[in-house]
């Protein structure tokens, strides 16, 4: 799923104006929408009557106990500016790491091209370990196990949204993990798999639906932290005017601060 990391929920609504609409090319493209950005902060009133529920680890992942906490907070405080109704919903969205992970492995290899496997040293070791494992792996079975868990996930998705309008939850599992090295399997002291990192992501990318990262604050560590927000289908407008709500009662730098 294509997106823009801005500085501003202004700059995100003029990325969505700038992008949007239908490309022949792209046989899923949607008929063009107007107005993003010049109707910000127009659901003011439609927010106040939103069900939304918190549900840091989507049913689906681990999160670290310092994250949940700033998290949980977080989306109390967003709830308690914005006037929305919260709610609470017994969630559990299947793991769709493994099978996803396989099949996204395909368009990897896909770009790498000619290239493969001779620039295996110069990926990172989760995209070569994905490649290699899908040569061996990857056939009929696999993708009817693919396909089994994305219709599983789409339902699951589909349930929730019937059930509340706007749900909070934690974008990742922990603070960022190191470039180099292997997907951590530990997060803020509590153990999970690998595939835990991508879990809370994932979920919106293959359903479809839109959401947003917004900024909460640094954990001890020094790294930053953000809660996840995700909206029906085609309800950008309630993701930027909750995203304005959340920017306007706690402002962000628009610059990274410098560290030695």
Not at 10 to 30: H, I, M, Q
Not at 89 to 107: H, K, Q, S
Not at 233 to 246: F, K, S, V
Request: with cysteine; net charge negative; hydrophobic share 45%.
């Amino acid at each position: 799923m294509e997106g823009s990391v801005s500085r501003s929920v202004r700059d995100s609504a003029r990325f969505l104006d700038v992008t949007n609409g239908f490309d022949l090319d792209d046989p899923k493209s949607l008929p063009r929408v107007e107005g993003f950005e010049e109707k910000l902060g127009t659901h003011t009133e439609e927010i106040r009557t939103l069900r939304v529920a918190v549900v840091p680890g989507l049913g689906c992942a681990t999160v670290g106990p310092e994250s949940e906490e700033l998290i949980r907070a977080a989306a109390e405080e967003l709830i308690a500016v914005t006037g929305m109704q919260r709610i609470d919903i017994d969630l559990r969205l299947p793991n769709i790491m493994g099978a996803w992970g396989l099949t996204g492995a395909v368009g990897t290899r896909k770009s790498l091209g000619d290239l493969w496997p001779d620039c295996g040293a110069d990926i990172t070791g989760a995209m070569r370990v994905g490649i290699e494992r899908a040569e061996v792996s990857f056939n009929l079975s696999a993708m009817v196990k693919a396909e089994t868990r994305r219709v599983e996930l789409n339902t699951a998705m589909a349930a929730m949204f019937a059930n509340t309008d706007i749900v909070l939850a934690a974008t990742n599992p922990a603070t960022a993990f190191n470039a180099e090295g292997h997907l951590p399997s530990t997060f803020e002291g509590v153990e999970a798999r690998s595939s835990n990192n991508g879990a809370l992501t994932a979920p919106s990318n293959i359903f479809g639906n839109p959401a947003a990262a917004l900024p909460v604050g640094l954990a001890s560590d020094g790294l930053p932290v953000s809660l996840q927000v995700l909206a029906p289908h085609y309800r950008e407008d309630l993701l930027l005017d909750l995203g304005r709500a959340w920017e306007r009662h706690r402002p962000w730098p628009l610059l990274a601060h410098l560290t030695n």
